[in-house]
């Protein structure tokens, strides 16, 4: 049993405590075991099997939990500056090398670091303190106060980064990461030096500044150099797949998250294996690839969200599979995932939802026909975006068009989805779903057909929603060709395109192309399947707008009875909803049912 003193930590086996700078670590007992027989081995490397029967002797326990207790143990050294101290052998175990810098990492200014004062009521240990129990703002203010006082060391600057990008405020977090970048480089630490460089990289990338997040994520490749077996370069992998969708090369993104998947699989470091695959099943499904993109997608969740993650990375995972699920349609996944995504977020610290959580939960809302509150959800949206995502503004201005437009109110529709477009964003295929309630079908069909060029990821991953808005809106123009080409194509690639809601699209398109083939009874037919997609998926709104369709067929086909009945359903809905297009298309099926005969009564 001994004292061991390392980086800025010391443990104590005698006392079984942890600490750092003067202040106790909250350490779980079997993490505390697993350092200390790594620091008292520190001459050599511990097998798996030496470990497994040193932690757990006795006992039958898989190598994951092993992993799991390494995982935690980093996190611990990552609060000190120290977690490249834990070194992974693959296929063999674990070891810890203490060989100490050229220059010391902890060196910030020109003063010892030494003298700086770290007393039990100092400012760092209360934004330590604070940063540990996910008390965001509070330790921000104590790190803004411990900074004025020359107590910070450089993993502090990172912490406070870290708590500034908690409080959805990450333009604030580019200084003292910036000087992160600077003290570990002085300090002779390039590799580590490289993580702080890779988020700059990532919070301009957000912020829609991507010639600066190319800019940051060179610096970052220069500082990695050779490393090719380290976390920092599974971490710039990750960031170059993002790069590179935004630059609309689907395939390298893909490349690199595959890559990051790797790089995170090989050393056994679950934040940068559940980010590649998150990437990797992203695009995937921009690339047509859906089954096993929603596959990777869900393992990297659990993978990530059961290790121990900050929570902005935590964020990207959750926000990831939404992006997903919203542009595919994929509305029952994407409800699942949002509410898990809020309690998460709670859980964190983060009580204040992120832009994109509301603007996430606020689409969903609005397809179940909660129209009101989407359209609150998504205007606090709007003021969180432009602090922390304000390359998404386009996407959120097209959701705030669906919920006018599926309310009824068109013109502001038109006005939200103009100004998505001017923010970058394609607003389809809702703008041309209002251009037909405007009776501008040939304007929506060519808008469309403009839609699906492009190689980007929305476009990418929208184009099942797209295709099928394409195929109803060519049959309306008469366009019956490419209305049966483009039906082909969604009904011959059902393990492509499985969701609901784009089955329900195409059922739509089907009944329109029958209608327009005076085929009234297929028609009607296509109309009750896609009813049932979207009672599937709990969209009671779109599936009121199909009765609303099936009334009307079941008028020209002399049906008062069946007419009536979807009428009265449509009628509850739209009431519910507060829809005011929904009401008139009730009001002028209900004036076309007063023409049409009564049925006679069935007399035994």
Same mark, same amino acid.
């Given at each position: 049993?001994?004292?061991?003193c390392?980086?800025?930590?010391e443990l104590?086996?005698n006392?079984?405590?942890?600490?750092l700078?003067?202040?106790?670590?909250d350490?779980q007992?079997?993490?505390?075991?697993f350092l200390?027989i790594?620091?008292?081995h520190?001459d050599?490397?511990?097998?798996?099997?030496?470990?497994l029967?040193?932690l757990w002797?006795?006992?039958t326990?898989t190598e994951?939990?092993?992993?799991?207790?390494?995982?935690?143990?980093r996190?611990?050294l990552?609060?000190g500056?120290m977690e490249t101290?834990?070194?992974n052998? &693959?296929?063999?175990?674990?070891?810890?090398?203490?060989?100490?810098?050229?220059?010391?990492?902890?060196?910030?200014? &020109?003063?010892?670091p030494?003298?700086? &004062?770290?007393?039990?009521?100092?400012?760092?240990?209360?934004?330590?303190?604070?940063a540990?129990?996910?008390?965001?703002q509070?330790?921000?203010?104590?790190?803004v106060?411990a900074d004025?006082?020359q107590?910070l060391?450089?993993?502090?600057?990172?912490e406070w980064?870290?708590?500034?990008e908690?409080?959805g405020?990450?333009?604030?977090?580019?200084?003292?990461?910036?000087?992160?970048?600077?003290?570990y480089n002085?300090?002779?630490?390039r590799?580590?030096a490289?993580?702080p460089?890779?988020?700059?990289s990532?919070?301009?990338?957000?912020?829609?500044e991507?010639?600066?997040a190319?800019?940051?994520?060179k610096r970052?490749a220069?500082l990695?150099?050779?490393?090719?077996d380290?976390r920092?370069?599974g971490?710039?992998?990750?960031?170059?797949a993002?790069i590179?969708g935004?630059?609309?090369?689907?395939?390298?993104?893909?490349?690199?998250?595959?890559?990051?998947?790797?790089?995170g699989?090989?050393l056994?470091?679950?934040?940068v294996e559940?980010?590649?695959?998150?990437?990797?099943g992203?695009?995937?499904?921009?690339?047509?690839?859906t089954?096993?993109?929603?596959?990777?997608?869900?393992f990297?969740?659990?993978l990530?969200?059961?290790?121990?993650?900050?929570?902005?990375v935590?964020g990207i995972?959750?926000c990831?599979?939404?992006?997903a699920?919203r542009?595919?349609g994929?509305?029952a996944r994407?409800?699942?995932?949002?509410?898990?995504y809020?309690?998460?977020?709670k859980g964190h610290?983060?009580?204040d939802?992120?832009?994109?959580?509301r603007?996430?939960?606020a689409e969903v809302?609005g397809?179940?026909?909660t129209?009101?509150e989407a359209?609150?959800l998504?205007?606090?949206?709007?003021?969180?975006l432009?602090?922390?995502? &304000?390359w998404a503004?386009?996407?959120?201005?097209?959701?705030?068009g669906?919920i006018h437009?599926?309310?009824?109110?068109l013109?502001?529709?038109?006005?939200?989805?103009?100004?998505?477009?001017?923010?970058?964003?394609?607003?389809q295929?809702g703008?041309?779903?209002?251009q037909?309630?405007q009776?501008q079908a040939?304007?929506?069909?060519?808008?469309?057909e403009?839609?699906?060029?492009?190689?980007?990821?929305?476009?990418l991953q929208r184009?099942?929603?797209?295709?099928?808005?394409l195929?109803?809106?060519?049959a309306?123009t008469?366009?019956m060709?490419?209305?049966?080409?483009?039906?082909a194509?969604?009904?011959?690639q059902?393990?492509?395109?499985?969701?609901?809601?784009?089955r329900?699209?195409?059922?739509?398109?089907?009944?329109e192309?029958?209608?327009?083939?005076?085929?009234?009874?297929?028609?009607?037919?296509?109309l009750?399947?896609?009813?049932s997609?979207?009672g599937?998926?709990?969209?009671s709104i779109?599936a009121?707008?199909?009765?609303?369709?099936?009334?009307?067929?079941?008028v020209?086909?002399?049906?008062?009875?069946?007419?009536e009945l979807e009428?009265?359903s449509?009628?509850?809905v739209a009431?519910?909803v507060g829809?005011?297009?929904?009401?008139?298309?009730h009001?002028?099926?209900?004036?076309?049912?007063a023409?049409?005969?009564?049925?006679?009564?069935?007399?035994?």
């Amino acid at each position: 049993m001994g004292v061991y003193c390392f980086g800025n930590f010391e443990l104590n086996e005698n006392s079984r405590g942890l600490r750092l700078a003067d202040r106790e670590i909250d350490v779980q007992p079997l993490v505390f075991d697993f350092l200390a027989i790594l620091l008292r081995h520190k001459d050599r490397a511990l097998s798996k099997e030496e470990l497994l029967e040193k932690l757990w002797p006795g006992v039958t326990v898989t190598e994951a939990s092993l992993q799991r207790v390494a995982s935690l143990a980093r996190s611990i050294l990552r609060q000190g500056g120290m977690e490249t101290a834990l070194r992974n052998l &693959p296929r063999f175990g674990y070891r810890i090398c203490l060989d100490p810098p050229t220059v010391s990492d902890r060196s910030l200014s &020109p003063a010892d670091p030494a003298d700086a &004062p770290t007393s039990p009521g100092s400012q760092i240990l209360h934004a330590r303190k604070a940063a540990t129990a996910r008390k965001w703002q509070e330790a921000a203010t104590f790190f803004v106060a411990a900074d004025a006082a020359q107590q910070l060391l450089t993993a502090d600057l990172e912490e406070w980064a870290l708590a500034l990008e908690c409080m959805g405020r990450p333009a604030e977090a580019i200084p003292p990461l910036t000087r992160a970048v600077a003290a570990y480089n002085t300090a002779g630490q390039r590799l580590r030096a490289a993580s702080p460089a890779i988020t700059l990289s990532r919070i301009h990338l957000e912020r829609g500044e991507l010639a600066v997040a190319k800019g940051w994520h060179k610096r970052a490749a220069q500082l990695i150099d050779t490393a090719t077996d380290s976390r920092e370069h599974g971490l710039w992998c990750w960031m170059g797949a993002r790069i590179m969708g935004a630059e609309a090369e689907p395939e390298q993104a893909l490349a690199l998250a595959e890559q990051a998947f790797e790089v995170g699989k090989h050393l056994e470091d679950p934040v940068v294996e559940s980010l590649g695959l998150i990437y990797r099943g992203f695009f995937k499904l921009c690339l047509g690839e859906t089954k096993s993109g929603e596959e990777d997608q869900g393992f990297a969740a659990a993978l990530g969200l059961s290790s121990d993650i900050d929570p902005i990375v935590g964020g990207i995972l959750y926000c990831n599979i939404l992006w997903a699920c919203r542009t595919f349609g994929d509305w029952a996944r994407a409800n699942q995932w949002t509410l898990g995504y809020e309690s998460w977020c709670k859980g964190h610290g983060l009580e204040d939802l992120s832009g994109s959580c509301r603007l996430h939960r606020a689409e969903v809302l609005g397809v179940h026909g909660t129209l009101k509150e989407a359209e609150a959800l998504v205007r606090a949206a709007l003021d969180q975006l432009a602090l922390d995502a &304000p390359w998404a503004t386009g996407d959120a201005l097209r959701v705030l068009g669906d919920i006018h437009l599926a309310a009824g109110d068109l013109a502001e529709a038109e006005v939200a989805y103009r100004a998505s477009h001017a923010a970058g964003w394609d607003p389809q295929p809702g703008l041309a779903l209002l251009q037909l309630e405007q009776g501008q079908a040939e304007a929506a069909f060519a808008a469309l057909e403009r839609s699906l060029v492009g190689n980007g990821w929305p476009a990418l991953q929208r184009k099942g929603l797209v295709l099928a808005t394409l195929a109803k809106v060519a049959a309306r123009t008469d366009r019956m060709g490419r209305a049966k080409e483009v039906i082909a194509e969604l009904e011959g690639q059902p393990q492509r395109w499985p969701m609901a809601s784009i089955r329900a699209l195409t059922a739509e398109a089907k009944a329109e192309l029958f209608t327009r083939e005076d085929r009234l009874a297929d028609a009607a037919s296509e109309l009750q399947v896609a009813c049932s997609r979207w009672g599937e998926i709990g969209s009671s709104i779109n599936a009121a707008d199909v009765r609303l369709s099936l009334a009307a067929l079941l008028v020209r086909l002399g049906d008062r009875t069946g007419a009536e009945l979807e009428l009265g359903s449509a009628l509850a809905v739209a009431e519910k909803v507060g829809s005011s297009r929904l009401l008139r298309r009730h009001q002028e099926l209900k004036e076309r049912l007063a023409d049409l005969p009564k049925e006679p009564l069935d007399h035994a």
